[in-house]
């Protein structure tokens, strides 16, 4: 078996939210040219792309919601009725992409095609809920995927850690009375958008599966790194996931220009080598991770790579 695929269309360069968007198609080509650059790309096993259909995107999110993109879309607004999120006449293909190749990596690490895998997808998702878009989010990659692990793989258990610099407070709603995810955030706080105190925590079958891990602007790796030992590690072995699904978002790295946190490439590499030893302990080594926010191009291409590295076993 191959170690690490990769989801990588560049037909999701097609969502275009506006000249100086910093969620912009050069996200995508600056981690792929980086990953060809150092030949990583050689190493990795190129995963399909499809669209994420109605049904599937309706594991996550209202029917209603799904509809009400794809008229927004269609009428050529240039933004969501919902909330902050910049669209063209491309957004809901993309964004379907998005969500499809998710559920595409889902499908062969459960086959056994490759043991983990990096999505190279936009619009990001975390920020989306069941009903609303905002953040630059339309679909929620990660939460389509986490339910369609448990409805077309019996995955039980599925643990979805976020290092977003922003909390994903779009996951945390869909998963809040969930109980069969356990999500796991470390953010910036106060921060954008406002959500991920330490005492949102889940309700009824969701109590105590929502873990934030809120840090001051300035944070780095003693505070992030920490978490992820001192509160991820033990409630992962107490969890003991069957899939283990991360919203890899490179904003938390130093000099991003949305964020404060002080990550370093080599902080991401040794939080990925962590996500590795939870999934190799308890769900066979199967890891996915999607791409969200990361708005310094250079910084997100070297903090990708980084990540891509562990992955790989090559560090």
């Known amino acids: 078996m191959h170690h690490t695929g990769l989801v990588a269309d560049a037909r999701v360069k097609r969502h275009e939210p506006g000249a100086g968007h910093p969620e912009q198609p050069a996200r995508f080509s ?9 030949g990583l ?6 995963l399909p792309s499809r669209l994420a259909t109605d ?11 799904i509809a009400l993109v794809e008229k927004e879309v269609a009428d050529e607004r240039r933004h969501l009725s919902t909330g902050d999120t910049s669209i063209c006449v491309e957004s809901a293909a993309s964004a379907r992409l998005a969500a499809g190749g998710a559920l595409s990596a889902v499908d062969a690490v459960f086959a056994r095609e490759v043991q983990n895998a990096f999505c190279v997808v936009r619009p990001p998702g975390h920020h989306a809920s069941a009903a609303r878009g905002m953040g630059f989010c339309l679909f929620n990659n990660i939460a389509v995927a986490a339910r369609y692990a448990r409805h077309k793989h019996a995955a039980q258990r599925v643990l979805i850690v976020d290092w977003d610099v922003h909390h994903g407070n779009g996951t945390q709603d869909i998963f809040y009375r969930d109980g069969n995810v356990l999500f796991f955030s470390t953010h910036q706080s106060p921060w954008y958008p406002g959500t991920g105190d330490r005492n949102e925590t889940g309700e009824g079958p969701g ?10 602007a ?9 978490a992820f030992r001192e509160l991820l590690l033990p409630a992962a072995a107490a ?17 991003d220009p949305l964020g404060h946190f002080r990550l370093t490439d080599a902080d991401f590499r040794d939080l990925t080598g962590m996500l590795l030893e939870i999934a190799g ?22 903090a990708a790579e980084a990540h891509v590295r562990a992955l790989t076993g090559d560090v």
């Open 41 to 46: 790309s050689r190493d990795l096993v190129r």
């Open 239 to 255: 969890f003991q996931p069957d899939l283990v699904l991360l919203s890899a978002g490179f904003d938390s790295r130093i000099n």
């Open 207 to 216: 109590a105590g599966k929502i873990i934030n891990c809120p840090s001051p």
């Open 55 to 65: 049904d599937e995107l309706a594991l996550a999110h209202d029917r209603g919601y």
């Open 218 to 226: 300035g944070s780095g790796r003693a505070e992030i790194v920490g």
């Open 30 to 38: 600056a981690i792929l040219n980086r990953l060809d650059f150092t």
């Open 281 to 302: 302990k308890f769900c066979d080594g199967r890891l996915v991770s999607l791409l969200e926010g990361g708005y310094n191009l250079e910084g997100l291409a070297l």
